[in-house]
């Protein structure tokens, strides 16, 4: 298995490519990088299925997938949430759904269970992208993210806390937290996001029972406050 998961590697001519141009230290345009994945897809610009089908956690049957043609690259990119005139909904949602809270950081629920028993979002109380992060709120977030990984696995139907932090859709730093449930093997790895949107809801008060142990359990190990959510309704 790659360390990106299994069946991902193989890519032999796009790899070589890459490999020559970074040997001589010219890093690939946007332009260039478009064409050099188009070299592995079809005249509609369709990448095949082969490898991702072939991951035993991949979520859907190969029957009737096909991958959608690559779009070209947007340049300049448009805004995210927090950037340009775009309003940040971070900063602007208040305490909702707030589950812990210390002076700097807060840990939320969504206002709506998903199908994994537990998803948690991290985020700073200013207004920081994670590139962006002062050094001591940094390594309190590095700390955080332990603490929280900790509580989440400490739920006994619980196996594994995943960890994502994509920030493509909004510029305010937001870490989630996936709970992976225990022998669920099928839901290992990156596909958990998937499954998350695929499976049936948990029931609310099972999922808010979860949020309210781990909340608990963070504000013993780290500190800060549990907090009683709050909704917007
Ligand atoms: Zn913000």
Redesign the pocket.
């Given at each position: 298995m790659s360390r990106f998961g299994p069946g991902i590697c193989g890519r032999g001519r796009a790899t070589s490519l890459v490999a020559r141009r970074y040997d001589n230290g010219v890093p690939l345009s946007p332009e260039e990088f478009y064409r050099n994945a188009l070299r592995d897809a079809d005249v509609d610009r369709r990448m095949s299925l082969s490898r991702m089908t072939g991951w035993e956690i991949f979520p859907f049957e190969p029957e009737g997938l096909r991958v959608v043609p690559l779009a070209a690259p947007v340049l300049p990119e448009p805004a995210r949430?927090?950037e340009g005139s775009l309003s940040?909904?971070?900063?602007?949602a208040g305490d909702s759904g707030v589950i812990w809270s210390n002076d700097r950081w807060r840990l939320t629920v969504f206002d709506q269970p998903s199908g994994a028993p537990l998803v948690v979002m991290l985020?700073p109380h200013?207004?920081?992208d994670l590139v962006d992060l002062p050094d001591d709120l940094a390594s309190e977030l590095g700390m955080l993210i332990v603490h929280v990984a900790r509580a989440i696995e400490s739920l006994s139907h619980v196996a594994r806390a995943h960890v994502s932090r994509w920030g493509d859709g909004?510029?305010?730093l937001h870490v989630f937290f996936f709970a992976r449930p225990e022998g669920f093997i099928q839901l290992r790895g990156t596909c958990l996001a998937i499954w998350d949107d695929l499976l049936a809801a948990v029931p609310r008060n099972v999922r808010d029972g979860d949020a309210r142990e781990v909340a608990v359990t963070l504000a013993k190990s780290f500190g800060g406050r549990f907090e009683a959510p709050t909704r917007d309704e």
């Open positions: 949430y927090g940040c909904r971070n900063c602007s985020t200013d207004h920081y909004g510029a305010h």
